[in-house]
């Protein structure tokens, strides 16, 4: 988790200093240096991403989009959906929700699920563009996402033999790789969203943006190992 949220800060805040919901756009030329710069080539809107240690410009999702009465694509303002978990519920064994204290004694800002071994598949729970796949220290990776609406990011935590790569639009439900590892065997891997237009930017419950089923299914392993069914004790984290 201390991982999680050293490395996806680093993003966020990156994205968020180059203001990554309002940047104005660049020059079509300019160099792609700070993740989360825009810019309009041929009438294709391109982000800044970063790829390793190293910086390029990707077609930004249209996934969501509309078209004004120009014809030209705008920004899709609708409300991310969570419809696929990203690691079936029934698989957990341990199942920390969101806002619950961790035994480090910080506060979640994920769906944290741990399975009993490292065979269970980790799915996009709603469709997006790669835009960071990021090591951690536990032998994993990280996986951040922009989605159609660029107001939220997506990300992946813990997540080996990761399937999907830099730049690419993924759907949702594909399979983005298995479960991290823990050191006694087990896997784990975690799920966070998180609204950039907050002062400050924070994860969000993510209940608010689940199907009936996707809460549902994660309500049912809550009940089992919790002995509840809250999915959420707040509305949102500060990682």
Known sequence: MNQLIRTLTLTVALAVG???????????SSKCRVVGQRRVVAGRTEVCVRDGKAYRWVEKPTKGDSKGTSGSKTTSTAKPVLSVPFVNPTLAVKFYVFGATL???VQNPTFEVETADQSSLVFASA???????????????SI???????????????????RVKMGESVQVGAQLG?????????????????????KPKSAQCLTQFGTADFNKAFAEAAKRLNGSDQLCTTDSVQP
């Open 144 to 162: 951040s996402f922009i989605l159609s609406n660029e107001n939220y990011m997506l990300f992946y935590d813990h997540v080996s033999n990761v």
């Open 103 to 105: 035994p480090s004694g």
């Open 127 to 141: 469709a997006g563009k790669v835009v960071a796949i990021e090591p951690t220290t536990h032998g994993d990776f």
């Open 18 to 28: 180059a203001g990554f919901v309002a940047t104005a756009s660049v020059d079509a």
């Open 178 to 198: 298995t479960v991290g590892k823990l050191q006694d065997g087990r896997g784990r891997s975690e799920l966070m969203i998180k609204d950039l237009t907050k």
